[in-house]
């Protein structure tokens, strides 16, 4: 079954502590995304990367990291979580930025 | 700039009632245009895209949309609503090509609820 897998699903943590938020997909898809979901803003984009290696920063970046080491894994990495990084996460994949996406259920966080 | 605009942000329809959500996209060219889903809990899902062609385009769920070149609209419409299609809505843009990187614009989301 064509799926992108996140975890975790939720997360409660304190600021300052460092976590990741993996994300994979099983369709040899070359373009992954990561969003950000806040009531009334819809979804914006924090990182892409277009194929393994790749990577380049979206509209709302700042505080996160990324990293593209194989093409199936595409990592998101709150070095030093804030409270205003409390959202709601997807990852998505597809062949190509502007094909349809496959979308992740979502990561919940809550920075305290 | 490339904007993408769903002017409401609530709708409540009756069961069995139809349904329109309207999107207005502002882009220098045509761009690929797309619906999706989102149901509580859950990731965003693929209801249908137009990339050229007939601009009548059918998706999943029985939702269909309609592009207006004249009007740069893509509204959603389906002729009965379900209990089921209580979700939120949202309508997204990109600017045709491969190869290179062409940026999704995601409108802010329309919220449907259904009443009995």
């Known amino acids: 079954e064509a799926q992108v897998t996140q975890n975790p699903r939720y997360l409660i943590t304190v600021t300052g502590k460092k976590l990741t938020v993996t994300c994979s997909q099983n369709?040899?898809?070359?373009?992954m995304s990561w969003y950000r979901q806040d009531p009334g803003l819809g979804l914006r984009q924090i990182y892409y990367?277009?194929?393994?290696?790749?990577?380049d920063k979206g509209d709302v970046p700042e505080g996160y990291k990324v990293s593209r080491k194989e093409k199936r894994n595409f990592p998101l990495i709150l070095e030093s979580p804030s409270p205003n990084q409390t959202s709601l996460y997807f990852c998505?994949?597809?062949?190509?930025?502007?094909?349809?996406?496959?979308f992740g259920d979502g990561t919940r966080l809550s920075i305290l | 700039a490339q904007s993408v605009t769903q002017p409401d942000i609530h709708i409540t329809v009756s069961e069995g009632a139809s349904l329109e959500l309207r999107c207005n996209y502002s882009?220098?060219?045509?761009?690929?245009l797309f619906w999706y889903v989102q149901s509580p809990g859950q990731g965003l899902q693929l209801l249908l895209k137009?990339?050229?062609?007939?601009?009548l385009v059918q998706g999943i769920k029985g939702f269909e949309a309609e592009f207006k070149r004249s009007q740069s609209s893509f509204n959603l419409r389906k002729p009965s609503v379900h209990w089921s299609d209580a979700a939120e809505y949202f309508c997204?843009?990109?600017?045709?090509?491969?190869?290179?990187?062409?940026?999704?614009?995601f409108g802010t989301g329309t919220k449907l609820q259904v009443i009995p």
């Open positions: 998505a994949s597809s062949h190509y930025s502007n094909q349809p996406q496959h």
């Open positions: 369709m040899n898809h070359e373009y």
């Open positions: 990367s277009m194929n393994v290696e790749v990577t």
């Open positions: 882009y220098g060219a045509t761009p690929y």
């Open positions: 137009y990339f050229s062609g007939d601009t």
């Open positions: 997204a843009a990109a600017l045709p090509g491969s190869g290179g990187y062409q940026k999704v614009t």
